[in-house]
């Protein structure tokens, strides 16, 4: 008996209509000067079909891929689906001993390399099988030389007809492996699409690195018969340079790349035209401070949504106001949301419920059915919600500090800093205190330039903007942050 491919099930759905509109609507990926049809993408994709399904025919091959954002990519990563294979996802920052444990953890077979990282995280016992070159990048294939350990749960692994595997992000604790099945990826991006309505017409324009966000949005615009545009590696000011001239009409990035446009935005203030129909924040908190910037360089309110590798997108802000923009809205697309015993500000545990939650934990193994609880997943972060069913995130339940018994949120001191022009941006960490439980300290990576303002200076902001116990006790200068793969700030 066959089972539902998600590329299978793209490759059909975009190429019903692939005679129905003009031709430059068939266009999937734009990188830079570079453009490639749908038909193209699907042509290699193909390719990589056949040589993974001629290579591992007799069970479903688990391969770790690594490379940076391009049509290759994209290319490559629906081969591997389309082959029945397992996606294991890992980001071109991956160091080697990292990914070496990657591989083993889960038990992967075969690997796919970039030339540009081979050299780099080319695992020892893994012997070279051939390359491929797509769309003017070479892929090395790689294959295990010894046996494949199996799982302790192989056999619920394969009956959940897996597709993708990324390790959470880790912010508070070891990663685990997050497994998504064909089906849960097509159900969280139909969810999703309740509340962005993608078409062909859309031009989407990415900034996200697409190991961390492919099961879900690069697959969702796919799916839609998007354009796919990569900006990856355009400067701050070309992206808003493109913004300007409504060149796309969907913009889905972090609070970092909208801050780095509105500050390197040159000349008077001027609006991004309303053929840009969202601008969606996403990945980690937006501030008030990043969105009013935003808005007074460009005229535009973000759209910020919350987005939780274990539940795809549950709760999108599409009509935000001056009040309301710092929440991550109402649920979307089937989507319920409640809070587990709020405390007398009504902030408690965010408990999701939905369409196209996780299949599986794969380190250590367990089901969907092992963690939620009446279909709820806990999500570990503490939110409110407003009169009006809007939720707002106000921290990691794990990354609450205790000061004398009054809950201090790091996110939200690292907001007042991260807004200071000389301050590129911060973390604010727990420090044991004999007599107040913990106190917080502030790391701070000064922006390009810029001097070392004094402790007292600083003292003296936050007192002005924070409650009295969420001013940091020391300040500390340092050359970065400690970053999780997907870039959040690590809190352990």
């Not at 793209?10 to 031709?23: H, I, K, L, Q, Y």
């Not at 193209?40 to 399904?53: D, G, P």
């Not at 990035?253 to 840009?276: K, N, Q, W």
Request: aromatic share 8%; with cysteine.
């Amino acid at each position: 008996m066959s089972r539902y491919n998600l590329y299978q099930d793209m490759r059909a759905e975009v190429c019903r209509g692939a005679s129905t509109f003009p031709a430059e609507r068939a266009v999937a990926i734009l990188n830079g000067a570079s453009a490639v049809s749908y038909s193209e993408l699907f042509e290699r994709a193909e390719i990589l079909v056949r040589r993974l399904r001629r290579d591992y025919s007799s069970r479903i091959p688990r391969v770790a891929f690594v490379a940076p954002d391009s049509a290759g990519y994209v290319a490559v990563a629906l081969g591997i689906l389309g082959s029945g294979g397992v996606f294991v996802s890992a980001g071109v920052e991956t160091g080697r001993d990292a990914f070496s444990a990657l591989l083993e953890r889960m038990s992967v077979e075969c690997v796919v390399l970039d030339e540009s990282v081979s050299g780099r995280l080319t695992p020892a016992d893994f012997a070279e099988i051939g390359a491929e070159e797509v769309f003017g990048r070479v892929f090395r294939f790689y294959k295990r030389r010894f046996a494949v350990l199996r799982f302790p749960n192989e056999d619920e692994f394969a009956a959940l007809n897996p597709a993708f595997v990324r390790f959470s992000s880790g912010t508070t604790g070891v990663s685990k492996g997050v497994v998504l099945s064909h089906e849960t990826i097509r159900d969280r991006t139909d969810a999703a699409n309740a509340a962005f309505q993608l078409s062909r017409g859309d031009r989407a324009l990415w900034l996200l690195p697409m190991a961390h966000h492919f099961a879900a949005t690069v697959n969702l615009f796919l799916r839609r018969g998007c354009v796919i545009d990569i900006a990856n590696d355009a400067s701050p000011a070309d992206v808003a340079e493109k913004l300007r001239s409504g060149d796309c009409s969907f913009v889905y990035a972090t609070p970092y790349h909208y801050r780095a446009m509105a500050l390197a935005d040159s000349g008077p203030p001027r609006e991004i035209p309303r053929s840009v129909r969202l601008l969606v924040s996403t990945a980690m908190p937006l501030s008030r401070e990043v969105a009013e910037l935003f808005h007074h360089r460009f005229g535009r309110t973000l759209n910020q949504a919350y987005g939780v590798i274990e539940c795809g997108l549950p709760c999108v802000n599409l009509e935000p106001d001056s009040n309301g923009q710092m929440a991550v809205g109402r649920p979307v697309g089937g989507h319920e949301v409640r809070l587990a015993e709020p405390d007398e500000e009504g902030r408690g545990t965010i408990l999701l419920r939905g369409p196209g939650f996780f299949d599986a934990y794969l380190d250590p193994w367990k089901t969907r059915n092992d963690i939620l609880v009446d279909g709820w997943f806990d999500t570990g972060d503490i939110g409110v919600i407003s009169p009006e069913g809007a939720l707002s995130i106000v921290g990691r339940e794990k990354s609450v500090l205790n000061f004398m018994g009054l809950k201090i949120f790091p996110e939200i001191v690292e907001g007042v800093l991260d807004a200071r022009e000389d301050v590129l941006e911060s973390r604010v960490v727990g420090e044991p205190h004999p007599a107040y439980g913990e106190v917080p300290v502030a790391e701070i990576v000064l922006a390009g330039g810029a001097s070392a303002p004094s402790a007292a200076e600083l003292t003296r902001y936050c007192v002005e903007r924070l409650s009295k116990h969420y001013v940091p006790q020391e300040f500390r200068f340092v050359t970065s942050v400690p970053k999780t793969p997907s870039g959040k700030i690590r809190r352990s």
